[in-house]
């Protein structure tokens, strides 16, 4: 269930997704809803050290910022400019 409330991490994580979720869920009971499960787990993972320095640290760093504040955190202009990019939308007008 996480995995569809959480598209993003299976996709972060790569083949190495499954396994390190069930070792987490053996390990550490579901505590407050599948939301939390998600937030919980990846910060094991980043508690632990892993993934290891690269892209997918870096973007689960990212995952887990966006989503463990009482708020979501504003993005950078760069952010913002690429995600209207990717959304087929041309930040400069028509």
Known sequence: ????????????LG?????????????HPMRGGYRQ???DFAEQLLLDGRPAQGRARRELRRWWLDRSGPAPRPLSRLERLGRLGRAGRSPIGR
Do not use: C, N, T, W
């Not at 269930?1 to 598209?7: E, G, Q, R, S």
């Open 1 to 12: 269930m996480v995995a569809k409330l959480a598209p993003e991490l299976p996709l972060i």
């Open 15 to 27: 083949a190495g997704y499954r396994s390190a979720f069930i070792a987490h869920a053996q390990r």
């Open 37 to 39: 499960d998600a937030l």
